[in-house]
């Protein structure tokens, strides 16, 4: 009655891919999830927490026999980077220093911050920092959403919005958001703002569409993308 699902965490292993991709002998398990944990947190708080906010949007972490592939999705990768890559040299040292690995750092860019929930989170709850008004904050990014080619964004913040005497929690929705269908592409970010009056919590989902939708494309693309679109050209093959 009520209880939430992640929206990606329940469809992990049916639509979605993993965010960790390695294997473990069972003694050695406890202790790279740990790690994996540490990673994520030392990003998040390099990025995310302490200026110039380049906005992380995720990690992916892949592990080798001899080596950590640390990937960091990012709306700003000149940020990330610096000049001459002095910035990302600095993280992949301080993961290593954190771990005792050997440890590589790619950086992907994301083409539409729009279409990123975990780029929208942190967007408004950097706007609700800065004293922004939660009710335009949300309709605009949402109407930014939709323009941008998305079915449907919910946005949920609480806390002492506004800085209001008590807590509540304020919503706004457009399209649709069919959270219990696996075959949908919901995209799920959270964020938190620290203001002077209080901790809010800022939540998105984004319904991009059918992963068969998505996997249709890619493969039309895929074909399209040779000579002549994988057909003979004419006058060959005995026509």
């Known amino acids: 009655m009520g209880q939430k699902v992640h929206p990606i965490g329940f469809r992990i ?3 979605e891919d993993w965010r960790s ?5 069972k003694a050695a398990y406890a202790e790279f999830l740990i790690e994996d944990f540490k990673i994520r947190k030392l990003v998040h708080e390099r990025l995310n927490r302490t200026p110039p906010y380049a906005g ?20 700003r990768p000149g940020m990330v980077i610096g000049p001459k890559g002095a910035e990302v040299d600095k993280l992949r040292e301080a993961l290593e220093d954190l771990i005792d690995r050997k440890v590589s ?10 279409l990123d929930a975990q780029l929208i989170a942190l967007d408004i709850a950097e706007q609700l920092k ?17 323009a941008a080619g998305a079915l449907g ?12 005497e008590m807590s509540r929690q304020e919503t706004q929705k457009l399209g649709s958001i069919p959270l219990q269908t696996l075959q949908a592409h919901v995209d799920y970010g959270f964020a938190q703002s620290f203001t002077t009056y209080g901790a809010l919590g800022v939540r998105v989902w984004l319904h991009h569409g059918s992963y068969r ?4 494309n890619e493969r039309m693309a895929a074909g399209t993308a040779g000579d002549n679109g994988g ?7 005995g026509e």
Do not use: Y
């Not at 750092?105 to 729009?114: A, C, L, Q, T």
């Open 153 to 164: 964004i919910k946005i949920i913040c609480k806390g002492r919005l506004g800085g209001a």
């Open 130 to 146: 800065k004293r922004g008004s939660f009710r335009r904050v949300m309709k605009m990014h949402c109407e930014a959403t939709m």
């Open 13 to 15: 292993s049916v639509t």
């Open 231 to 237: 057909r003979r050209p004419r006058g060959q093959g």
């Open 213 to 216: 939708d998505e996997a249709h």
């Open 21 to 25: 991709k390695w294997f473990a002998p």
């Open 56 to 75: 992380c949007a995720g990690v992916q972490i892949e592990r080798t026999r001899n080596e950590v592939k640390v990937q960091v999705a990012t709306a």
């Open 105 to 114: 750092v790619n950086i992907k860019e994301i083409k539409n911050p729009d």
